[in-house]
């Protein structure tokens, strides 16, 4: 109707409210009102307007350009709109956002272009939401009786969801412990600032073990229970191949295969063998589990799989991809039973590079289920597990060469090492965290990495080669701006950099990390270049892998887990029968790589909040403890401190005991009558304040200790007006260039049982206070 009304206005110049409905056939009284509801709204919107004779016109404002672009809120209200990958978010102003909720698909008009010489980026204002992404949501009940005509409200676990939601009245009798899903019908408006939803399902109640994890997980629509029709499907499945499949694989059941995973692992897809040729050369094969065989496409398994595209690992338990009936099955690699798996075997030689290479069907039968421990025990020379496993000890140590191999040819061509810290969370049965222990990385950790790296960079090389359309896993280059700050703080510490933000190489960036390795701050400085890197995606397109220095790159490795690898075995599959099927092919993937990457950066966000949540939930029984920390962040309105356990929390800095001046070039603060500073990497003594498990905020008090650092200040007093330095409360504008018709660019171009814990941070001088790596971006 819109479309017909401004059509009909531009041919017209303007009509009475009679003729529009005549032309529009809207004559009945109840169309007549549905054209009157929208003409109010489009003057609301300013897209019309009334002449001095009562005519409606399409107003003149509208002339002005509208952008479309998904919005992004931010719990204190305000927020950023995404137009596409080449223009920097516009910033929406708290009184702009319109209503608008977090993901939503809106339309723009531009308030205030960006302008670099005074490092303001560009404003805009919501005019409309074209559609909204939140369908569904979770939360507590709320009895109300101050709204009779609904059950209660809910408030939903996403803090950039500040409106109640309120629930229409069910059918069953509520007592205000259950933790609801809900489908919103109605969003905020003016006349009503809540939502109005009905109730989809009864989650659990409050009190339930592991409901909190489950309500986190529920209210992004990541649900563990699969449809029937799906289990149906998978129980059809057999528990074991047939003969008849074994038809036109290579078998290489006498090869002497193996896994190594985790202790803990139940879905063991991938399984490696090697064998040292007579030209000094390695033969390495990497064989995955055959999903696509069993999980064919089209089929409900099929389309459970790409809806959810990934497994989900938070900390008690996964939310899995597939059924268990075929991941932990069939599927799974398991030791002296017949599998069907696709392999890459390669030729390697002494410098690291594939010269020869192989990508087909196999079948294969596995010897051991090894762990990474045991595998590292071995490396290490532990004589009981060299005896216990020592068919495949020569193979393990040939393994360790040719890893050792891989890695420096990876690192001389200018792959970056991401390789932070994590923690693991330890929880009871009941699901609370009793422990948090950093995860161990050892040589055999790293060497399966090696493998399907090169198994991964092998089968995208081959399908490029063959110029056929194929799903890549990219890593495009750094942007400029990102680069400059990452430098600029760098040289902070003396580092010389070579190159520029345009035109710096990833053996320069290298330099950096060489530099600073065993300082302090390296870890720190790691976490800010992994910031500074775009986040990896999928797409048809081949851009390579910056942060590898791989020209082609592709996911083989892990089709129970991913839905990426288990389209690139079924093209492995059919392009080996016919490559009249490109054309399909070409149709569907640029959906499959678009959906996976959402889906992936969904479980992301899923296992920070469950993890951030979790961590507040372990240190509520320190409230009121001292601690050592090391700065791991420093930003306008305070400091982020890490403990050893990697747990991280505030300093705000209207807690701190005089006024503490920002530094945006050195991220630094500095007491104005003190002289302390507070910089990123250096040692702190704190107090928990607060840990809040709801919000997964932790909070921290500076405590003056030998660890300060004092500095004379350049200049006797502060020039800033200390208002408009302290933090307002409501964010800060990310102060960004911006390019095309929204830049302005004037003069540049470019409890108990925890002793144990506690002995450990509370140790002054302790060495292992480290950052953990937040955001870290998968390869």
Same mark, same amino acid.
């Given at each position: ?8 206005? #531009? ?25 009157? *509801? ?10 019309? /307007? ?89 939360? *507590? ?6 709204? @009779? ?13 500040? *409106? ?22 109605? +969003? ?9 939803? /009905? ?41 074991? @191949? ?23 692992? =139940? ?15 390695? %033969? ?8 696509? +065989? ?13 809806? #959810?595209?990934?497994?989900?690992? $938070? ?85 360790? %060469? ?82 400059? =700050? ?33 300082? !302090? ?46 389209? $690139?075995? #079924? ?59 090391? $700065? ?14 990697? $747990? ?36 702190? #003594? ?8 709801? /919000? ?23 020039? *800033? ?15 960004? !260039? ?20 506690? =002995?450990?941070? /509370? ?17």
């Amino acid at each position: 109707m819109k479309e017909e009304i401004l059509s009909y206005l #531009r041919e017209k110049k303007e009509a009475s409210m009679d003729e529009l409905a005549q032309r529009l056939g809207k004559e009945k009284a109840k169309d007549f009102r549905n054209l009157v *509801q929208m003409i109010s709204e489009m003057e609301r919107k300013r897209q019309l /307007t009334f002449s001095n004779a009562g005519k409606i016109q399409i107003r003149k404002e509208k002339q002005k350009l509208t952008l479309k672009g998904t919005f992004h809120a931010h719990k204190n209200g305000f927020g950023f709109v995404t137009l596409n990958e080449e223009e920097d978010d516009l910033f929406i102003g708290r009184n702009d956002v319109n209503y608008a909720i977090d993901g939503d698909r809106v339309e723009v008009i531009i308030t205030k272009v960006a302008d670099r010489s005074r490092g303001i980026s560009a404003e805009a204002k919501i005019i409309d939401v074209l559609e909204h992404s939140l369908k569904t949501a979770v939360g *507590q009940l709320i009895l109300d009786e101050e709204k @009779p005509k609904y059950a209660g409200y809910i408030r939903s676990k996403n803090q950039k969801i500040s *409106q109640p939601i309120y629930i229409k009245k069910p059918a069953l009798v509520l007592d205000g412990t259950e933790i609801l899903k809900v489908e919103i019908d109605k +969003y905020p408006t003016k006349k009503h600032d809540f939502f109005v939803a /009905t109730i989809l399902d009864v989650v659990g109640h409050k009190d339930d073990p592991g409901i909190d994890v489950l309500e986190v997980l529920e209210s992004m629509d990541i649900v563990s229970e699969f449809p029937e029709r799906v289990l149906k499907e998978a129980s059809a499945i057999p528990d074991m @191949p047939s003969k008849k499949d074994f038809e036109g694989r290579l078998d290489l059941r006498n090869e002497i295969t193996f896994t190594i995973d985790g202790a803990d692992a =139940k879905d063991l897809d991938d399984a490696v063998h090697i064998k040292k040729l007579s030209n000094g050369h390695f %033969e390495l094969g990497v064989h995955i589990a055959d999903v696509s +065989y069993y999980v064919q496409e089209g089929s409900e398994l099929d389309k459970e799989a790409l809806n #959810r595209a990934t497994s989900v690992y $938070v900390t008690d338990r996964v939310v899995p991809m597939l059924p268990e009936r075929l991941s932990n099955g069939i599927c799974s690699l398991n030791p002296n039973v017949d599998r069907l798996t696709q392999s890459a075997i390669m030729e390697i030689d002494q410098k690291g590079r594939v010269v020869k290479h192989t990508v087909t069907q196999t079948v294969i039968k596995t010897t051991f289920r090894m762990t990474y421990s045991d595998v590292n025990d071995i490396i290490t020379g532990d004589k009981e597990k060299r005896a216990a496993f020592k068919t495949i000890v020569p193979s393990i140590e040939q393994m360790t %060469e040719l890893h050792a191999i891989l890695e420096t040819m990876r690192f001389k061509r200018g792959a970056l090492n991401f390789d932070t810290k994590e923690a693991k969370i330890l929880v009871n049965k009941t699901g609370r965290p009793v422990d948090i222990i950093l995860r161990q990385r050892g040589v055999a950790e790293r060497m399966i990495e090696s493998f399907m790296l090169v198994a991964n960079e092998t089968v995208a090389e081959h399908f490029a080669r063959l110029n056929l359309p194929f799903l890549y896993r990219i890593h495009e280059e750094p942007k400029a701006e990102k680069v400059q =700050k990452f430098i600029d703080y760098a040289s902070t510490f003396g580092v010389r950099v070579y190159g520029t933000a345009n035109s710096i190489s990833q053996s320069a960036l290298q330099d950096i990390m060489k530099a600073v390795h065993g300082q !302090p701050y390296e870890e720190v400085l790691s976490m800010m270049l992994l910031r500074s890197m775009q986040q990896a995606r999928y797409s048809e397109y081949n851009h390579g892998h910056y942060g590898l220095a791989a020209e082609f790159y592709t996911h083989f490795t892990s089709p129970i887990r991913r839905y990426p690898d288990l389209l $690139v075995h #079924r093209m492995v599959r059919d392009y080996g029968r016919s490559k009249e099927i490109a054309e399909h092919f070409e149709q569907v993937i640029p959906d499959i790589a678009s959906q996976s990457s959402s889906r992936e950066r969904r479980a992301i966000e899923a296992e920070r909040e469950v993890e951030a949540m979790k961590k507040a939930e372990f240190m509520e029984e320190f409230v009121g403890e001292e601690f050592d920390g090391i $700065v791991s962040s420093v930003v306008k309105f305070g400091l982020f401190v890490e403990l050893s356990n990697t $747990v991280e929390g505030l300093i705000h800095v209207a807690n701190l005991p005089e006024f503490f001046r920002y530094n945006e070039r050195n991220l630094t603060l500095q007491g104005e009558k003190s002289g302390v500073v507070f910089r990123i990497g250096q040692r702190i #003594r704190i107090k928990l304040v607060r840990s809040d498990k709801a /919000t997964g905020e932790i909070d921290f008090e500076y405590l003056p200790s030998e660890y300060d650092v004092i500095e004379k200040k350049k200049h006797s007093k502060f020039k *800033q007006d200390r208002r408009q330095q302290s933090y307002r409360g409501d964010g800060e504008r990310k102060s960004k !260039p911006s390019k095309g018709i929204i830049s302005r660019d004037k003069k540049s171009k470019k409890g108990k049982g925890k002793k144990p814990f506690y =002995k450990e941070v /509370t140790k002054k001088g302790s060495k292992n206070g480290k950052r953990r790596g937040k955001g870290r971006r998968s390869k």
